[in-house]
């Protein structure tokens, strides 16, 4: 299967300096989309694969750091690396508190930004390779029956199979049956497994889940 290739994308309103960034990130191999404004970002959204923001920090709309605080909140994964002609320390502290790559004064070095860019696109491309293996495990924990769920939810707190006969009112024999189709379906080869599948899953734990 062919790797979506990673992408950085430059925000900054002077077209002088979205070229020259252009240039230099083409350059060493990157795709890359210029854009002058947030705005143009929201209209053509993000790229499928791993993906980096080269943001300017003053910008004609919604500023670069009114985006980045406007991404956090919305709980939305983006490496952001700040250029900007303008900084100061209470700027530079505030973008990088929340979550920023890099806050490179104008003119920086190129070699800053590329490393800068590298560091994002890694942490891009392991955020997304967790976002993927998460999908597979709801893929597979959609894939049980309401019953199997419960059960799933009450072995991995340790408790026994006679103990969740008990608290769902079922045989031992009928939760052993549970059991091994859990195992089966989600993949798990032991206990632990499956625990830390139900953790990354956030599997309520020692409720039964309704049926």
Avoid: Y
């Amino acid at each position: 299967m062919t790797e979506v290739p990673a992408t950085v994308i430059v925000i900054d309103d002077d077209p002088a300096i979205r070229d020259a960034l252009g240039s230099l990130l083409r350059s060493v191999g990157f795709e890359v989309k210029l854009l002058a404004s947030v705005s143009d970002f929201l209209k053509s959204g993000r790229p499928d694969g791993p993906t980096c923001l080269v943001l300017d920090v003053r910008l004609p709309g919604q500023s670069g750091l009114d985006f980045q605080r406007e991404l956090s909140r919305g709980n939305i994964q983006l490496p952001i690396i700040f250029i900007t002609g303008h900084g100061d320390i209470p700027m530079s502290v505030r973008a990088m508190k929340e979550g920023a790559i890099e806050f490179l004064t104008k003119p920086f070095r190129d070699q800053d930004l590329l490393d800068a860019v590298h560091v994002g696109l890694a942490r891009d491309r392991v955020w997304l390779e967790n976002e993927k293996a998460l999908a597979t495990l709801r893929a597979r924990f959609d894939s049980l029956t309401p019953r199997e769920r419960e059960v799933m939810a009450l072995v991995v707190t340790g408790r026994l199979n006679k103990q969740i006969a008990a608290d769902l009112g079922v045989s031992e024999i009928t939760v052993k049956v549970h059991r091994s189709q859990v195992m089966q379906k989600m993949r798990a080869k032991s206990l632990p497994e499956l625990a830390r599948m139900a953790d990354k899953l956030k599997v309520a734990s020692g409720e039964p889940q309704g049926s």
